[in-house]
Nanobody
Framework: QVQLVESGGDSVQAGGSLRLSCAAS????????TGWFRQVSGKEREVVAV????????YYADSVKGRFTVSQDNAKNTVYLQLNSLKPEDTAMYYC?????????????????????WGQGTQVTVST
């Protein structure tokens, strides 16, 4: 049984930093694409960052490029999302998702519907 557990969400002031973690069991994250997505109530879930299998490439949404960093620790079977220079518009529920490999594993999907495994989410709230 695949289980993804996010942690690290919190309430911070604008300009602050957080590190989100996504720990997996029953699934090896490093062998497939792992994505971080976020969702605000009433809006569609959107991609934030994706790390390719083996961590050899990454993707970032334009809105977070230069501020967020995705990484993975294969020994801990955990993927991280470092959030720096947080803005109020970063406020959302953040989810990690796994299994989004495409093209025989050479690339990753970016749409949430292509990721079969999801965590329960962790809330990030950024105040002014």
């Amino acid at each position: 049984q695949v289980q993804l557990v996010e942690s690290g969400g919190d309430s911070v002031q604008a300009g602050g930093s957080l590190r989100l973690s996504c720990a997996a069991s029953g699934y090896t994250l490093g062998r497939n694409c792992t994505g971080w997505f976020r969702q605000v109530s009433g809006k569609e879930r959107e991609v934030v960052a994706v790390i390719y299998k083996y961590g050899d490439s990454t993707y970032y949404a334009d809105s977070v490029k230069g501020r967020f960093t995705v990484s993975q620790d294969n020994a801990k079977n955990t993927v991280y999302l470092q959030l720096n220079s947080l803005k109020p518009e970063d406020t959302a529920m953040y989810y990690c998702a796994a299994g989004g490999s495409a093209d025989g594993g050479n690339s990753c999907y970016l749409h949430p519907s292509r990721f079969p495994y999801w965590g329960q989410g962790t809330q990030v709230t950024v105040s002014t």
